[in-house]
Nanobody, 123 residues
Framework: QLQASGGGLVQAGGSLRLSCAAS????????MGWFRQAPGKEHEFVSS????????YYEDSVKGRFTASRDNAKKMVYLQMNSLKPEDTAVYYC??????????????????WGQGTQVTVSS
């Protein structure tokens, strides 16, 4: 019901735009989030955006470089990633949760998880 896309290989300093398409139900009243998992590491929270798009949070290492947005009419969520660094290399996942209150647990939990998309940043 959630499908992330838009990953790829990019050089350091480059940009990518990830998309998350929702299907099968409406997620307009859900908090949407982005997570990533690098090889050998745990899932890491990246960003969250509330249903209206006016409350957005970012993990410290991506602040100022990543921008989350959503289009409820199109059932889409986006993550614009600029000034990419090699340490951003990971599989990126989108998630949907009614409140997002379990996203900072270990491991994070969510009502819905999407399939991931690989982002590789070369130095």
């Amino acid at each position: 019901q959630l499908q992330a896309s838009g990953g790829g290989l990019v050089q350091a300093g480059g940009s990518l735009r990830l998309s998350c398409a929702a299907s099968g139900r409406t997620f307009s009243n859900y908090v949407m989030g982005w997570f990533r998992q690098a090889p050998g590491k745990e899932h890491e929270f990246v960003s969250s955006i509330n249903w209206s798009g006016d409350s957005i949070y970012y993990e410290d290492s991506v602040k100022g470089r990543f921008t989350a947005s959503r289009d409820n009419a199109k059932k889409m969520v986006y993550l614009q990633m600029n000034s990419l660094k090699p340490e951003d290399t990971a599989v990126y996942y989108c998630a949907a949760d009614r409140f997002g209150s379990r996203w900072h647990g270990n491991p994070p939990e969510s009502d819905y998880w999407g399939q991931g998309t690989q982002v590789t940043v070369s130095s």
